[in-house]
């Protein structure tokens, strides 16, 4: 019976499709997740940044007076 091999076949390729979509799904969710963590630490890194420069600032204004 050829046309149950090629069904067969066909099937076997749809499901391949279907499975190779879920995975690329999954890594777009971890990379998603990377960027987003890298996003949060650079937050973290410029609220610093912004406190440091208000000491600053408040210790030149210090200075002129």
Same mark, same amino acid.
């Given at each position: @019976?050829? %046309? !149950?091999?090629?069904?067969? #076949?066909? !099937? &076997?390729? $749809?499901? %391949?499709?279907? &499975?190779?979509?879920?995975? *690329? !799904?999954? #890594?777009? $969710? @971890? !990379?998603?997740?990377?960027?987003? *963590? @890298? ?5 973290? @890194?410029?609220? /610093? ?11 030149? /204004?210090? /200075?002129?007076?």
């Amino acid at each position: @019976m050829p %046309g !149950l091999e090629l069904a067969e #076949v066909i !099937l &076997a390729v $749809i499901i %391949g499709t279907l &499975a190779a979509i879920v995975y *690329s !799904l999954r #890594v777009l $969710i @971890m !990379l998603e997740r990377r960027v987003a *963590s @890298m996003e949060f630490n650079i937050q973290k @890194m410029t609220q /610093k940044v912004l406190q440091e420069e208000t000491v600053i600032e408040r210790a030149l /204004k210090r /200075k002129k007076r």
